[in-house]
């Protein structure tokens, strides 16, 4: 128990190591050169893996506190250039921010969805002098392996303007499927009980722990695998069939990770536009992810 925890522990410790990681300095040219490649216009003078780093400080950092940070590192001969704080604000909201989805693996899905508050006044402030009115939130939809609990697809938009849960997790799977993946299990709230999730899941030979309502009847158009769960779900009782299922892996794959990322970075956006709370959002989710893989790569 003593060996398991102290490993933990470095893993934790590790996942600090990555906001300093300067390993990609090596490839600064060869990078621009890719990145310049065909492009027109003024070349870039800072490459994106930098700008990627850039927009990590930024989620603990205003932009000229990262400004500050890059200025001395520069000055101490770790970084090639260096670049103001406007430069930072206008390039990381174009950075092409993917999901890595392995290839050939067998995975677990869970899917859920969350919301991250935009602006940062207190409550105070915001009753006395802001519109009471029930402000737009932006909405995140995670998929993740509760075996691993790795990230495994995302998706971010304003209140209101993103695909419902449902739809998000089907593309977040249908990448996974299409990387020459299975996946044996996939677990839901009663958010996913609809019928082209069900067929989604009996396409592609996916058990489903979906918590389907109470009032569910079996006859109508629904897809025989939700009859046939609806069948188990009422023959054995619900506590049965949580168990049977090993429900409970659904809250550490979304919920728990929902609470490791706001406990990192905290759940208020400080950007001002569409563009650049839906960028500052998903960097949160991918740098938590990142951090992650890095503090298990011993």
Known sequence: MVIFMTSYQDR??????????????QSW??????????KRGRPFIFPNSMLTLQSVWHQFLNSRGVEGVTRKLF????????????????????????????????????????????GTCGYYKEEKHGNRKRKKFVK???????????????TVDLEGDIPSESECSREHMQEILENENTIDMFYGDGMFDNFKMFDFCEEHDIDP?????????????SPPLRIEEIMTLQSIGYQDWKFMKDYGKRWVGTEGYFSSVKRVFGENLKSKTKKGLIHEAKIRFWAYQKMKKYGEDV
């Open 140 to 154: 995140v939809v995670i998929t993740t392996d509760p075996v691993t609990k790795d990230l495994l697809g995302i």
């Open 12 to 25: 934790l410790v590790r996942r600090g190591e990555f906001l300093f990681d300067l390993e990609w300095v």
């Open 29 to 38: 040219e060869t990078e621009l050169i890719e990145m310049n490649n065909g």
């Open 75 to 118: 000055e101490y001969g770790l970084l090639k250039g260096s670049n103001d704080h406007s430069t930072i604000c206008r390039r990381e909201v174009n950075l092409d921010l993917k999901v890595e989805v392995p290839k050939n693996g067998n995975f677990s899905c869970s899917s859920d969805g969350t919301g991250m508050k935009i």
């Open 209 to 221: 722990a979906i918590n389907i309502r109470k009032n569910a009847v079996l006859w109508g158009d």
